[in-house]
């Protein structure tokens, strides 16, 4: 049996991941192929506990190291006991964010070295890569007014317009740096438009089948 495809989606708050989540799954099962939708942080049991810990404001500060050890902690536990059984089991593995937002959030966010996160990246991950990342993008104010529509904000949306300045800086150089697996996918149109620009970014890899 041949191993799935690993596809993750990506883009700041709000820019329309987790309504396309569904999109996509469906175009996949349309032909044929097994899909398992997950997300980061969290994706197991032990992982969705870090993800409160990470998203729920705290009276204690969190540090950007031990958010950055936390952010891996998680996906170590998401690799082992949900993305690799099943890529090995033929499925495909669409992912609500993965190792791109830590580029994002904690290199381009909070300014954290580029090298720790390679390095823990190597660590947790080995050779795991997405076959490929769909970068959802839009400036910051669109997606910060669509996320605002859902009341109460999260500790990273409770963070700064700079701040998202800086996470949507790093998400477009990590395209420029990664332009054959990451497909640049302009989030601020009609959801029907944003949806035939993810289907030719997808084709590629159905026509491989
Ligand atoms: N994080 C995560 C890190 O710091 N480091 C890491 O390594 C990882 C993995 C997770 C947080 O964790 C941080 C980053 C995040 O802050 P999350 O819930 O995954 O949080 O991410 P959010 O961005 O908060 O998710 P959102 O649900 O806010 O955004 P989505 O999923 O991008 O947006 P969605 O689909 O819910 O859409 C928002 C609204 O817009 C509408 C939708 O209907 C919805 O109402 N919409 C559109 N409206 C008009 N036109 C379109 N084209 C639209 N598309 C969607």
């Not at 569904?22 to 969705?48: C, N, Q």
């Not at 791109?100 to 966010?109: I, S």
């Not at 076959?131 to 997606?143: N, Q, R, S």
């Not at 990451?182 to 030719?200: C, G, M, T, Y």
């Amino acid at each position: 049996m041949s191993r799935g495809k690993f596809i993750t989606l990506e883009g700041g708050e709000g820019v329309g991941k987790t309504t396309n989540l569904v999109f996509i799954k469906d175009y996949l099962e349309h032909h044929k192929i097994s899909v398992v939708v997950t997300r980061e942080p969290g994706g197991t049991a032990l992982a969705e506990k870090i993800r409160l810990l990470l998203l729920d404001a705290h009276s204690e500060t969190i540090t950007e190291q031990a958010e950055l050890l936390l952010v891996f902690a998680a996906r170590s536990q998401h690799i082992k006991h949900v993305i690799e059984p099943a890529l090995a089991q033929g499925k495909w593995v669409l992912c609500d964010r993965f190792t791109d937002a830590t580029y994002a959030y904690q290199g381009g966010g909070r300014n954290m070295r580029i090298s720790t996160i390679e390095s823990l990246e190597n660590l947790v991950q080995g050779a795991l890569r997405p076959d490929l990342t769909l970068l959802l993008d839009a400036p910051v104010e669109v997606g910060m007014h669509r996320a605002k529509k859902r009341g109460s904000f999260d500790r990273f949306e409770a963070e700064t317009i700079n701040f998202f300045e800086h996470v949507r800086r790093a998400y477009l150089l990590q395209a420029e740096l990664y332009p054959e697996r990451i497909k640049l996918i302009r989030a601020n149109q009609p959801l029907s438009d944003v949806q035939n620009e993810i289907v030719d970014a997808m084709r590629f890899l159905v026509r491989n089948l």
